[in-house]
């Protein structure tokens, strides 16, 4: 009986070891996909591990700011010093001034100046001033009745009250308002006149050749853009 088993054994012992020992050859242009691992059921599962993070309490706790120490120390400015009190200048003695007569001031004996007084005054400036004049005697006499076209002279007399010289290169004649009856509305001073002397200013006229009343003002200037410093008039009838 044992002696007919032992072929039979032999035989699916040699068909176990040929399966177990065939070649796979692989197929060109195709690639199996791995299968699966097929989970062992016996295997027990891994334990997931649960991480909790601690709870972060905020604690609401009044804490003071710390105080503030300054590091520098600050230097205060320094105190003005007030201005000394101004010590009064003590009045001084009044120096006694000698009081200037006109005699002193314009060079003109007190004699020449009394006489000069008596006469009229031209307007123009104070006597005793550098340039200034007395009016004396003229002709015609005002409000004198000439002819149309007739031809007369009228001369002044004037006498030099300033301190300047009267220079008969810087002295003019001129004609300051009304009618015009010389040839020229300005004329040089013909003459030089000393302060204190009298000088008979001539002019040359011609009436107009129509009736009226007219009055002229003549003048004395240093120069022709000056002012006038002396002044005297004429008033004639023309009829």
Not at 12 to 32: D, E, M, Q
Not at 172 to 183: D, F, N, P, Q
Request: hydrophobic content about 40%.
């Amino acid at each position: 009986m044992e002696s007919k088993n032992i072929p039979l054994m032999v035989i699916l012992l040699g068909l176990w070891i040929s399966s177990a020992c065939v070649v796979t050859i692989p197929v060109p242009g195709y690639a199996s996909a791995p299968l699966p691992a097929t989970p062992d059921l016996n295997q027990a599962a891994p334990i997931q591990t649960q991480v909790i993070l601690p709870t972060l309490t905020l604690a609401n706790t009044d804490i003071p700011l710390p105080t503030w120490t300054p590091t520098e120390t600050l230097t205060p400015f320094p105190s003005i010093t007030p201005f000394p009190t101004a010590t009064a200048i003590p009045s001084s003695s009044p120096i006694p001034v000698e009081i200037a007569t006109l005699a002193s001031l314009t060079g003109i004996p007190d004699a020449t100046l009394t006489q000069m007084a008596q006469g009229p005054v031209a307007s123009g400036d104070p006597i005793g001033s550098q340039y200034s004049c007395i009016l004396g005697e003229k002709k015609p006499a005002d409000k004198t009745v000439y002819p149309q076209k007739t031809s007369f002279t009228a001369w002044w007399d004037l006498t030099n009250a300033g301190t300047k010289k009267w220079k008969e290169e810087i002295i003019i004649v001129s004609l300051v308002e009304g009618k015009r009856m010389t040839a020229n509305r300005w004329i040089q001073l013909p003459a030089n006149v000393e302060p204190g002397e009298t000088y008979r200013l001539k002019l040359e006229m011609v009436t107009p050749a129509y009736p009226d009343d007219f009055v002229m003002t003549w003048g004395l200037q240093v120069g022709a853009n000056s002012r006038h410093f002396c002044f005297f008039t004429l008033h004639v009838i023309v009829k």
